[in-house]
């Protein structure tokens, strides 16, 4: 079965400094990745995905996130945040195996930008 | 509409009464899920659908239904609500079943008192 761990439940950090949100997942067969981020009284909507391919992610307001196999990890990197940053982050994997795949999210990380 | 809507915005409910939550989507999505999100448990799967027509249950389903008649719209029904179920509920649809992105809605806050 698959599973999501999400390190730290709150990331302090100040403006214009770098960030990593910790995401490690478990799986028995190929997986894919993702990265959602809930601004306050908001759904989710997607940051990234990794499906295959490079293992470098790109996406929207300059976050990226790294799949590394051996290490089942895929964290969330900004190298200088902004106070819009403030918003809870989900990592979430589904398996690449065929048929219904379900998605597992992992609790949240709250990242709070500090002025 | 744009996206998926969710109705009611909030709702305040005795236990013991029957509450159903809509959402509608206009992307033509075949999958559609409900999940609940509450502090500390991150979102759970309640009940998924793949295509009109089928249903599955997902990690909590107990104390919940749902019908999926059309591709546009999947409503979820508590039969008899609980203050367990007090939480925020988000509906969320992808083009294909669990590998592409969900889209989510703007979530229905319920307090079961």
């Known amino acids: 079965a698959q599973s999501v761990t999400q390190l730290d439940s709150q990331v302090p950090v100040f403006e214009e400094a770098p960030v990593e949100l910790r995401c490690n997942y478990s799986?028995?067969?190929?997986?894919?990745l993702f990265w959602y981020v809930q601004y306050p009284n908001q759904g989710l909507q997607l940051l990234l995905k990794y499906l295959s391919g490079s293992t470098l992610v790109k996406g929207i307001n300059g976050f990226e996130a790294e799949f590394n196999k051996s290490q089942t990890s895929f964290h969330l990197r900004k190298p200088s945040v902004h106070i819009s940053d403030t918003a809870e982050y989900f990592c979430?994997?589904?398996?690449?195996?065929?048929?219904?795949?379900?998605?597992?999210f992992g609790i949240g990380t709250k990242l709070q930008v500090i002025p | 509409i744009a996206g998926i809507t969710q109705a009611p915005t909030s709702q305040i409910l005795a236990a013991g009464r029957r509450m159903t939550l809509r959402c509608t989507q206009d992307?033509?999505?075949?999958?559609m899920y409900w999940y609940r999100q509450d502090l500390g448990l991150g979102l759970r799967l309640i009940h998924y659908s793949n295509t009109a027509g089928t249903t599955g249950k997902g990690e909590v389903p107990d104390g919940y239904s749902v019908s999926r008649a059309n591709t546009d719209d999947f409503p979820l029904t508590l039969a008899s609500a609980v203050p367990s179920q007090t939480s925020v509920y988000f509906c969320?649809?992808?083009?294909?079943?669990?590998?592409?992105?969900?889209?989510f809605g703007p979530g229905t806050r319920l307090t079961v008192l």
């Open positions: 969320a649809s992808s083009s294909l079943a669990g590998w592409d992105e969900q889209f």
């Open positions: 992307m033509r999505h075949n999958a």
């Open positions: 799986s028995s067969v190929s997986v894919y």
């Open positions: 979430a994997v589904t398996e690449g195996s065929g048929g219904y795949q379900k998605v597992t």
